[in-house]
């Protein structure tokens, strides 16, 4: 297909950008940092080659703001101190190079955290221990432990902890942050009924669950310079629940897309493990009811590896998709649609197992490095 006529193809501004193709990097958790949470060189070279295949943005992976309750993940990259920052300077230089904006996933894991060299202890809006068991994947085992109750100091330091994260993206050279609202973690578990049995401005009504994601969108933006781009991830599924629905429906989709809207997002990533499908039983999906009820591009993800499939997305109302695991099988996926060429199968068990670390073959050769 010559790519002038195809919808995927055509360029998109987003904050200071202009992406030249609709199809990003989707976040992705690879538990390659160093211990103490520093990017590598490794890293550098993973997330560069992405942006050399085509993919018009990247998308990290959840990174942990603050030295407290975020981290989530043994060998998780943080964004909580300054040595933190040096080493992402080698990650987007790398990509910058490769002429693509990248942005850092800010996550708090709150009540799904397996893994924190800085406490043991979990923080969540009630004491609830998640459904479910710790992920392998990431060197987990069993179940969750039971958090503790944030108080509303906790909720604070929260917000200031993002907010701080998020500077230190800036100067990291990040051209945006992704507020990660999605999945299971921490602002999540705000949204999330079963998890937020508070009694104050944060539990209730949905006006009062999608509360503190506002806040933390809102203070990140406040904080950040005009043209850095700051979004906000958002899924009804979680890794421990993939069921789990918004029990208001469609009534709770428009007060969270336009509540996020009003709190300055520049877009709205939505999530589901088939974005193509209703969002419940039946009727419009994530991407249309985010594209009703939110003013701010949407970006879809979750199943879209078949071009068709992303472009039926794109016609649903997407401005952006991105590609988790059709990423790691063609990480020049856009270069090789454009072109025609086929696409690979992704391989679970050659990329995945037995843990989810970056493998050497995933990675150019170390000349190809940039430092
Ligand atoms: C190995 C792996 C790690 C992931 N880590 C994250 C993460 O850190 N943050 C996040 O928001 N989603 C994460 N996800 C979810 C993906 O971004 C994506 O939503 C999901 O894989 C569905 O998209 P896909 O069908 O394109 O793979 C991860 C997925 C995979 C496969």
Same mark, same amino acid.
């Given at each position: 297909?010559?790519? &002038?006529?195809?919808?995927?193809?055509?360029?998109?501004?987003?904050?200071? *950008?202009?992406?030249?193709?609709?199809?990003?990097?989707?976040?992705?958790?690879?538990?390659?940092?160093?211990?103490?949470?520093?990017?590598?060189? *490794?890293?550098?070279?993973?997330?560069?080659?992405?942006?050399?295949?085509?993919?018009?943005?990247?998308?990290?992976?959840?990174?942990?703001?603050?030295?407290?309750?975020?981290?989530?993940?043994?060998?998780?990259?943080?964004?909580?101190?300054?040595?933190?920052?040096?080493?992402? +300077? +080698?990650?987007? %230089?790398?990509?910058?190079?490769?002429?693509?904006?990248?942005?850092?996933?800010?996550?708090?894991?709150?009540?799904? &955290?397996?893994?924190?060299?800085?406490?043991?202890?979990?923080? $969540?809006? &009630?004491?609830?221990?998640?459904?479910?068991?710790?992920?392998?994947?990431?060197?987990?085992?069993?179940?969750?432990?039971?958090?503790?109750?944030?108080?509303? %100091?906790?909720?604070?330091?929260?917000?200031?902890?993002?907010? #701080?994260?998020?500077?230190? #993206?800036?100067?990291?050279?990040?051209?945006?942050?992704?507020?990660?609202? $999605?999945?299971?973690?921490?602002?999540?578990?705000?949204?999330?009924?079963?998890?937020?049995?508070?009694?104050?401005?944060?539990?209730?009504?949905?006006?009062?669950?999608?509360?503190?994601?506002? *806040?933390?969108?809102? $203070?990140?933006?406040?904080?950040?310079?005009?043209?850095?781009? @700051?979004?906000? +991830?958002?899924?009804?599924?979680?890794?421990?629940?993939?069921?789990?629905?918004?029990?208001?429906? =469609? %009534?709770?989709? #428009?007060?969270?897309?336009?509540?996020?809207?009003?709190?300055?997002?520049?877009?709205?990533?939505?999530?589901?493990?088939?974005?193509?499908?209703? #969002?419940? =039983?039946?009727?419009?999906?994530?991407?249309?009811?985010?594209?009703?009820?939110?003013?701010?591009?949407?970006?879809?993800?979750?199943?879209? =590896?078949?071009?068709?499939?992303?472009?039926?997305? @794109?016609?649903?109302?997407?401005?952006?998709?991105?590609?988790?695991?059709?990423?790691?099988?063609?990480?020049?996926?856009?270069?090789?649609?454009?072109?025609?060429?086929?696409?690979? !199968?992704?391989?679970?068990?050659?990329?995945?197992?037995?843990? $989810?670390?970056?493998?050497?073959?995933?990675?150019?050769?170390?000349?190809?490095? !940039?430092?």
């Amino acid at each position: 297909m010559n790519t &002038s006529d195809d919808s995927l193809f055509d360029s998109v501004d987003l904050g200071d *950008e202009t992406l030249p193709n609709r199809v990003g990097l989707a976040p992705m958790t690879r538990t390659s940092a160093t211990a103490d949470g520093r990017a590598t060189t *490794e890293m550098a070279r993973y997330y560069a080659k992405f942006a050399r295949g085509g993919f018009s943005f990247l998308i990290t992976e959840g990174t942990y703001p603050d030295e407290a309750y975020g981290q989530g993940y043994d060998d998780q990259p943080g964004i909580a101190n300054d040595d933190h920052v040096e080493a992402w +300077r +080698r990650v987007t %230089d790398a990509v910058h190079d490769e002429g693509a904006p990248i942005f850092a996933q800010l996550m708090h894991a709150g009540a799904l &955290s397996q893994g924190n060299r800085y406490t043991d202890e979990r923080l $969540a809006p &009630s004491a609830v221990r998640p459904k479910g068991e710790q992920l392998e994947m990431y060197g987990g085992r069993g179940e969750f432990p039971e958090p503790r109750a944030a108080t509303a %100091d906790d909720i604070g330091d929260v917000i200031e902890n993002f907010v #701080a994260a998020a500077e230190r #993206a800036v100067d990291a050279n990040f051209d945006g942050v992704e507020v990660h609202g $999605a999945n299971g973690y921490l602002l999540d578990q705000f949204l999330t009924t079963y998890t937020n049995e508070r009694d104050d401005e944060y539990g209730g009504d949905v006006e009062n669950r999608i509360r503190l994601t506002a *806040e933390v969108l809102e $203070a990140v933006r406040a904080a950040t310079p005009d043209g850095f781009v @700051v979004g906000v +991830r958002i899924s009804q599924s979680k890794v421990n629940d993939p069921d789990y629905r918004w029990p208001g429906g =469609e %009534d709770d989709a #428009a007060v969270i897309f336009e509540r996020l809207t009003d709190a300055g997002a520049d877009y709205l990533h939505v999530t589901e493990e088939d974005v193509t499908t209703p #969002a419940f =039983e039946s009727g419009p999906t994530l991407t249309e009811l985010a594209d009703r009820y939110g003013d701010v591009p949407v970006i879809a993800n979750g199943a879209l =590896e078949d071009p068709d499939a992303a472009r039926a997305t @794109v016609d649903e109302g997407a401005d952006l998709i991105t590609l988790a695991k059709g990423a790691l099988a063609n990480p020049d996926w856009p270069q090789r649609v454009a072109e025609d060429r086929p696409l690979e !199968d992704f391989d679970f068990q050659r990329i995945l197992q037995p843990d $989810a670390t970056i493998d050497e073959s995933e990675v150019p050769e170390p000349a190809d490095a !940039d430092d």
